[in-house]
């Protein structure tokens, strides 16, 4: 055993709850300030930050370990059994989970450092209260939970949208709160609904019980989770019902959302977890249930994110609609209910959210260079390129500097150059173009429609006018996104003229370098990416040990009394357990 497994070792099952814990106890530390003292806090929320992902790394790391199908560790905090208690469960998707929503985190907290924060009160709290309630939802094990950190991730996410204030602001929220107060109320009547038929809320007790409901009772459980799927396909965007997002997500600061990029995918989140839990191969008369309304639903979104990026304008509705495309690609291949297809999806869901937050980061910066430092850009575009003949070639006498000499072929600045690259890196990532993450999920996710059960082993399989449908979508989407994204690189970069150079600060464009940073590791390391999005689509698809794992966690026992000291009484038990 390594001194890293040693000291991993020790640290669980306790390590679990740091996740939660720890943006809980610096959001009331943060809470204590006075808001004068902008540079405690912000150093504390990078600090937190910080710290968060590296415990989502370790808790990683040791996920991934052999022989680790599907549960790392399981904590009681109230130290009472499933399903009668709280119950906290780390397995290979929600530490993937947490790592992912810790990157984007620290990016975007890095950013909003440099000039964002100071734009409005409680902004620190507020974005380390959103971090606890994401957390939280990838690692409770029941539903009731699962609300609860639903409602904090939203509370936070309605002050953090406010943030900056601005009637634009001002309006979108009110939709937003609107919408998620309505989402809100159909998960709460799809799990009273739930709660009355089976007589739990715990995930595993409920996969459990799933064969065993009687056939009059089908029919209403059926009823309730199609309620509590509208609520979940609701913060996944899907169409018609994701009309807030793009002017929500667009309307709020930079930092905001790229944030708010994570919170489509905790929907994902929810459905794939959820659906593979009680609707599997063991679910008897109710398996696969509702997977045709996921596959067309998904490729609907996949095609509405599509359109909407053509017909955009603003950098921030291309990014917004980015965000529904990259969600409808994931709840389509969701609904085949396929280990390999799932794999992945896991994969491309990791490049793409990565690519939609830093377009989100890169839109405030291009804007702001556009209006020469104002905070918001018209959409209209005027400029043409008076230097280009009919041809598109260079006019003569046009296009000269102070001493007549051409400016084709003078240096770029440096922050221009970083402004340019880092978008079409963005946009190789989303439209899917090789070699970049994206690419290498959509051939992974097109590979496994057409041999889903592995090479060499599908002859004579017949895909189905579903499946050819989303290869279809796949393929158009990408181009569609490309087409979209270029012109607005032409718009933005080649057509505009008489600027002075963007003004970039380094915290500023070093999130954005972190998170490109990060597709590239993805595709550096794709066959051990891949590996572990296999691996964490096959437990998913085979849920019986990460069941077995949570109904058989014991509480720890309660000390006997000291000999020594019997009149000390008994020593109160430790708050945890492992299965």
């Given at each position: 055993?390594?001194?890293?497994?040693?000291?991993l070792?020790?640290?669980m099952?306790?390590?679990?709850?740091?996740?939660i814990?720890?943006?809980?106890v610096?959001?009331?530390?943060?809470?204590?300030?006075?808001?004068e003292?902008?540079?405690?806090?912000?150093?504390l929320?990078i600090?937190?930050?910080f710290l968060?992902?590296?415990?989502a790394?370790?808790?990683?790391?040791q996920?991934?370990?052999?022989?680790?199908q599907?549960?790392?560790?399981?904590?009681l905090?109230g130290?009472?059994?499933?399903?009668?208690?709280?119950?906290?469960?780390?397995?290979?998707?929600s530490?993937?989970m947490?790592?992912?929503?810790?990157?984007?985190?620290?990016a975007?907290?890095?950013?909003?450092?440099?000039?964002?924060h100071?734009?409005?009160?409680?902004?620190?709290?507020?974005?380390?209260?959103?971090?606890m309630?994401l957390?939280g939802?990838?690692?409770?094990?029941?539903?009731?939970?699962?609300?609860?950190?639903?409602e904090?991730?939203?509370?936070?996410?309605?002050?953090?949208?406010l943030?900056?204030?601005?009637?634009?602001?001002?309006?979108?929220?009110?939709?937003?709160?609107?919408?998620?107060?309505?989402a809100?109320?159909?998960?709460?009547?799809?799990?009273s609904?739930?709660?009355?038929?089976t007589?739990?809320l715990?995930?595993?007790d409920?996969?459990q019980?799933?064969?065993?409901?009687?056939?009059?009772?089908?029919?209403?459980?059926?009823?309730?989770?199609?309620?509590l799927?509208v609520?979940?396909l609701?913060?996944?965007?899907?169409?018609?019902?994701?009309?807030?997002?793009?002017?929500?997500?667009s309307a709020?600061?930079?930092?905001?959302g790229?944030?708010?990029?994570l919170?489509?995918?905790?929907?994902?989140y929810s459905?794939?977890?959820?659906?593979?839990?009680?609707?599997?191969?063991?679910?008897?008369?109710s398996?696969?249930?509702?997977?045709?309304?996921?596959?067309?639903?998904?490729?609907?979104?996949l095609?509405?994110?599509a359109?909407g990026?053509?017909?955009?304008?603003r950098?921030?509705h291309?990014?917004?609609?980015?965000?529904?495309l990259?969600?409808?690609t994931?709840l389509a291949?969701?609904?085949?209910?396929?280990n390999?297809l799932?794999?992945?999806?896991l994969?491309?869901?990791?490049?793409?959210?990565?690519?939609?937050?830093a377009?989100f980061?890169l839109?405030d910066?291009?804007?702001?260079?556009?209006?020469?430092?104002?905070?918001?850009?018209?959409?209209?575009?005027?400029?043409?390129?008076?230097?280009?003949?009919?041809?598109?070639?260079?006019?003569?006498?046009i296009?000269?500097d102070?001493?007549e000499?051409?400016l084709?072929?003078?240096?770029?600045?440096a922050?221009?150059?970083?402004?340019?690259?880092?978008?079409?890196?963005?946009?190789?990532?989303?439209?899917?173009?090789?070699?970049?993450?994206?690419?290498?999920?959509k051939?992974?996710?097109?590979?496994?429609?057409?041999?889903?059960?592995?090479?060499?082993?599908?002859?004579?399989?017949?895909?189905?006018?579903?499946?050819?449908?989303?290869?279809?979508l796949?393929?158009?989407?990408?181009?569609?996104?490309?087409?979209a994204?270029?012109?607005s690189?032409i718009?933005?970069?080649w057509?505009?003229?008489?600027r002075?150079?963007?003004?970039?600060?380094?915290?500023?464009?070093?999130p954005?370098?972190?998170l490109?940073?990060?597709?590239?590791?993805?595709?550096?390391?794709?066959?051990?990416?891949m590996?572990?999005?296999?691996?964490?689509?096959d437990?998913?698809?085979a849920?019986?040990?990460?069941?077995?794992a949570i109904m058989?966690?014991?509480?720890?026992?309660?000390?006997?009394?000291?000999?020594?000291?019997?009149?000390?009484g008994?020593?109160?038990?430790?708050?945890?357990?492992t299965?």
């Amino acid at each position: 055993m390594t001194a890293m497994e040693f000291f991993l070792q020790g640290l669980m099952p306790h390590l679990i709850l740091a996740p939660i814990a720890l943006p809980m106890v610096a959001a009331g530390l943060m809470l204590l300030l006075r808001e004068e003292r902008q540079r405690t806090k912000v150093t504390l929320n990078i600090v937190a930050t910080f710290l968060g992902l590296v415990v989502a790394v370790l808790l990683l790391v040791q996920a991934k370990e052999p022989g680790v199908q599907t549960s790392l560790g399981v904590y009681l905090p109230g130290n009472w059994p499933a399903p009668y208690g709280i119950v906290l469960a780390i397995d290979r998707l929600s530490a993937m989970m947490l790592v992912l929503s810790s990157t984007v985190a620290l990016a975007t907290v890095l950013f909003s450092a440099a000039r964002w924060h100071r734009a409005g009160v409680h902004f620190h709290p507020l974005f380390q209260f959103q971090l606890m309630g994401l957390a939280g939802a990838f690692l409770t094990a029941d539903l009731f939970n699962l609300f609860v950190f639903f409602e904090i991730m939203l509370a936070a996410s309605y002050g953090l949208l406010l943030h900056g204030s601005g009637r634009p602001r001002v309006s979108a929220g009110l939709h937003y709160i609107a919408i998620n107060l309505a989402a809100s109320s159909l998960f709460l009547i799809g799990v009273s609904m739930l709660y009355g038929i089976t007589g739990t809320l715990n995930m595993a007790d409920l996969a459990q019980s799933m064969a065993g409901i009687a056939p009059a009772d089908r029919g209403l459980l059926h009823a309730a989770a199609a309620i509590l799927a509208v609520a979940f396909l609701i913060k996944a965007a899907v169409w018609p019902l994701n009309f807030w997002l793009v002017p929500a997500y667009s309307a709020a600061t930079a930092p905001v959302g790229a944030l708010f990029a994570l919170m489509t995918k905790v929907g994902v989140y929810s459905v794939l977890r959820l659906w593979t839990l009680l609707f599997g191969a063991e679910a008897g008369d109710s398996a696969q249930f509702g997977s045709q309304w996921l596959i067309g639903g998904g490729m609907l979104t996949l095609a509405f994110g599509a359109i909407g990026m053509l017909g955009s304008q603003r950098l921030g509705h291309l990014a917004g609609f980015a965000a529904i495309l990259s969600s409808g690609t994931l709840l389509a291949a969701v609904g085949f209910g396929q280990n390999l297809l799932t794999g992945g999806l896991l994969y491309y869901m990791l490049g793409s959210t990565l690519a939609i937050s830093a377009l989100f980061l890169l839109s405030d910066l291009i804007d702001r260079w556009r209006n020469n430092g104002s905070n918001l850009a018209p959409y209209e575009q005027t400029d043409d390129a008076p230097f280009l003949s009919a041809d598109l070639v260079p006019t003569d006498g046009i296009n000269l500097d102070d001493k007549e000499q051409a400016l084709i072929g003078k240096v770029i600045p440096a922050a221009a150059a970083f402004l340019g690259l880092a978008f079409m890196a963005c946009t190789l990532i989303i439209a899917g173009l090789p070699p970049l993450p994206g690419f290498v999920g959509k051939f992974a996710m097109i590979h496994a429609l057409l041999n889903p059960l592995g090479l060499g082993s599908s002859n004579g399989f017949q895909l189905g006018a579903a499946g050819w449908m989303l290869v279809a979508l796949l393929v158009v989407s990408g181009l569609i996104a490309l087409l979209a994204l270029t012109r607005s690189g032409i718009r933005h970069f080649w057509s505009a003229q008489g600027r002075a150079a963007p003004q970039l600060l380094v915290l500023e464009g070093l999130p954005i370098a972190m998170l490109l940073v990060a597709c590239a590791a993805l595709v550096w390391q794709a066959s051990a990416v891949m590996r572990y999005t296999q691996a964490t689509a096959d437990a998913l698809h085979a849920p019986a040990t990460y069941v077995r794992a949570i109904m058989t966690a014991a509480p720890v026992p309660t000390p006997p009394p000291s000999s020594t000291s019997p009149a000390q009484g008994t020593a109160a038990p430790v708050q945890g357990g492992t299965p």
